[in-house]
C-alpha cells in the first residue's frame, strides 16, 4: 500500500491556524471513511476528526468548535483546517482511510509536525 502523505504543517504561535493537506487516491475517498490522527512526544496516537465517504464528521472533544475536517474530491485530498491552536495541539499529523469498525486500513505515512509555541 502506498503510505499516505501529509503536508502542511509548521511553527504557530497561540491562537493561529494552519491547514493540513493529506492526499488520497480517488477510490479510497469515495469508498472509505478517511481521519486524521495525532501522536505527541510520550503519548499514544490518537483520532483528532474523521470523515466519512458520505461527508459525516466527526471529531476529538478536544478540538471540537477549532478544527474542521473536509475534503475536495476533485483534488482527491484530505484537509484538517485548525484554528485557535493550544500548545496542547503540538503533535504529529498522520491521516489514515478507516473501515466501518473504526480500524485503520492504510500505510501510516511520516506525517506533518505541528509546533503550537510562542
Known amino acids: 500500500q502506498v503510505p499516505f502523505v501529509e503536508s502542511g504543517g509548521g511553527l504557530v504561535q497561540p491562537g493561529g491556524s494552519l491547514r493540513l493537506s493529506c492526499a488520497a487516491s480517488g477510490s479510497i475517498l469515495r469508498l472509505y471513511a478517511m481521519g486524521w490522527y495525532r501522536q505527541a512526544p510520550g503519548k499514544q496516537r490518537e483520532l483528532v476528526a474523521v470523515i466519512t465517504s458520505g461527508g459525516t464528521t466527526n471529531y476529538a472533544d478536544s478540538v471540537k468548535g477549532r478544527f474542521t475536517i473536509f475534503r475536495d474530491n476533485a483534488k482527491n485530498t484530505v484537509f484538517l483546517q485548525m484554528n485557535s491552536l493550544k500548545p496542547e495541539d503540538t503533535a504529529v499529523y498522520y491521516c489514515?482511510?478507516?473501515?466501518?469498525?473504526?480500524?485503520?486500513?492504510?500505510?501510516w505515512g511520516q506525517g506533518t509536525q505541528v509546533t503550537v509555541s510562542s
Open positions: 489514515n482511510s478507516r473501515n466501518a469498525y473504526g480500524l485503520t486500513m492504510g500505510s
